[in-house]
């Protein structure tokens, strides 16, 4: 019996966590597959996969971890949490590539956020995992790259490694115990899945615009009209901030811009002056802090 692993799963449970086991030094879970599932136990009523296994009952998890030495896995959607995800950088990535941990750093930048404070994890392979409590009403699923290069996120339908975890290369460990917070308006703006709206995926743009600049017009201002409340401000800020770098380029005109992001504002149901206020301080910093054409 590894007493180590079974209090990492026992800690992980006690902070309201569903964990169910990783095989040993391994990522990938201990239990059975759909087509070797014999019915019986927990799969009675029909074969259940790790996520609807994963628990936070003390007695089951001392259970199945006597039964060898397994890594812990935490299913992030039963947890009510979203794992931001930093990748350290790859021996087969391009020479200037950024880790995870630089991306995020950027994207804060970008945004006039700072890196939130959270309870954070190092990975056997010298990343790092932040964990978010998942906002209420909210069903966020997985993403790879939304938020940069080298960052996925894990939320339902995903799991991640707990720290205790032992895999060959090294050891997940707590580099900050500090309780997770609620995941950030601003960073949920990035993740929600975007509602396409006809209407606004057929709005015309200029016919000088480049072909990336009207994808992006068109996708930013259907991400502001499907956007919920509580996340309406952020998700408009963010794309005026998105979009103001075309207007130092001429891909976009800035009348074009402010008339698409006010409109889908207002779809989503923010009040004129409320729109007009925000997309044009958004508007002036992008284009204040970029110039020529994006890359």
Not at 100 to 129: I, K, N
């Amino acid at each position: 019996m590894n007493t180590r692993l079974i209090t990492a799963a026992l800690d992980a449970a006690e902070r309201g966590w569903h964990v169910f086991p990783l095989r040993p030094r391994d990522k990938r879970p201990a239990l059975h597959g759909e087509t070797s599932c014999t019915g019986t136990g927990d799969c009675a009523a029909g074969h259940r996969k790790w996520e609807q296994r994963a628990t936070t009952d003390p007695a089951r998890i001392r259970k199945a971890w006597s039964a060898g030495a397994f890594n812990v896995g935490i299913a992030t959607g039963p947890s009510g949490l979203v794992v931001v995800d930093l990748d350290p950088v790859k021996a087969k990535d391009p020479k200037g590539t950024p880790d995870g941990v630089t991306s995020l750093q950027a994207l804060c930048e970008r945004a006039g956020q700072t890196v939130p404070t959270t309870y954070r994890t190092r990975t056997a392979s010298g990343g790092h995992h932040l964990y978010f409590t998942a906002p209420g009403g909210a069903r966020l699923g997985n993403s790879a790259g939304r938020l940069g290069t080298h960052i996925d996120t894990r939320a339902h339908g995903g799991y991640v490694v707990g720290a205790g975890s032992v895999l060959p290369g090294g050891a997940y460990e707590v580099v900050d115990p500090t309780e997770p917070v609620p995941l950030p308006e601003w960073l949920y703006a990035i993740l929600a899945p975007r509602q396409q709206s006809r209407a606004l995926m057929a709005a015309p743009v200029p016919v000088r615009a480049s072909l990336y600049a009207a994808a992006a017009l068109r996708a930013e201002t259907a991400a502001v009209a499907g956007a919920g409340e509580g996340v309406r401000n952020w998700t408009l800020v963010r794309a005026a901030r998105a979009l103001g770098r075309f207007i130092p380029s001429g891909d976009l005109d800035r009348s074009v811009v402010e008339q698409a992001l006010n409109s889908a504002g207002l779809a989503a149901g923010l009040r004129e002056n409320e729109c007009r206020a925000a997309v044009a301080s958004a508007l002036n910093w992008s284009v204040a802090n970029n110039s020529g054409r994006p890359a």
